[in-house]
């Protein structure tokens, strides 16, 4: 693989800096800021889109960051081809290839919340625990994991049970069942039990 270096100007002096971060990350967002995530034209109409946008784009870039969450997201057929599709810059058929997946598939307009796409994120998630609910001892992952991101809401660990590759914190700011977590806002860093 070349290894491909972008320099950046500030716009308050005129010196380069090289940017940091991984390579394809770099090119991702700098080639395709104006484009990422929209086609010009395409047989699939959808519109409203924005949650399923925002996962993809999310688990994409989240891929090409880490290799942990790529090893994830190559465990489960759909997401493989997803993220090959997303890799070739076919956008609105990851994005159909996405909606084809939920029980309403047939909808043009896409408006909703991230609830109605956890039958997609679930195929992989190795753990739930909801922000009400006591904790199952049942099982390391709550005391070791789960625990430390519970404050914040329901919780869908995605991987390896033994050991999850991403936390997903989810909370429905407009439901009362979550007024008591809300004062909470997330850290930008948690550190479970296995420092990570």
């Not at 993809?56 to 880490?66: R, T, Y």
Request: a positive charge; proline letters at 6%.
């Amino acid at each position: 693989m070349k290894k491909i270096e972008i320099r950046t100007r500030k716009k308050t002096d005129t010196q380069w800096q090289k940017p940091t971060g991984s390579p394809t990350l770099q090119m991702l967002i700098l080639s395709a800021q104006w484009s990422y995530m929209k086609e010009a034209s395409s047989l699939y109409q959808y519109f409203n889109t924005c949650v399923p946008d925002t996962l993809l784009a999310s688990f994409h870039i989240l891929s090409i960051k880490h290799l942990h969450i790529r090893a994830l997201l190559k465990s489960d057929d759909l997401f493989t081809v997803l993220m090959k599709t997303l890799n070739e810059e076919k956008y609105n058929y990851a994005r159909a290839l996405w909606i084809r997946e939920l029980r309403d598939f047939n909808k043009l307009n896409r408006f909703g919340d991230i609830k109605d796409h956890f039958p997609i994120i679930d195929k992989l998630v190795c753990a739930k625990v909801d922000y009400l609910q006591k904790n199952p001892e049942y099982h390391p992952i709550y005391g070791k994991t789960l625990s430390t991101f519970w404050p914040f809401g329901d919780l869908r660990a995605l991987g390896d049970i033994s050991d999850p590759s991403l936390i997903l914190v989810h909370r429905d700011v407009h439901n009362p069942h979550y007024d008591c977590c809300m004062p909470r806002i997330p850290p930008l860093d948690v550190i479970d039990d296995n420092k990570r």
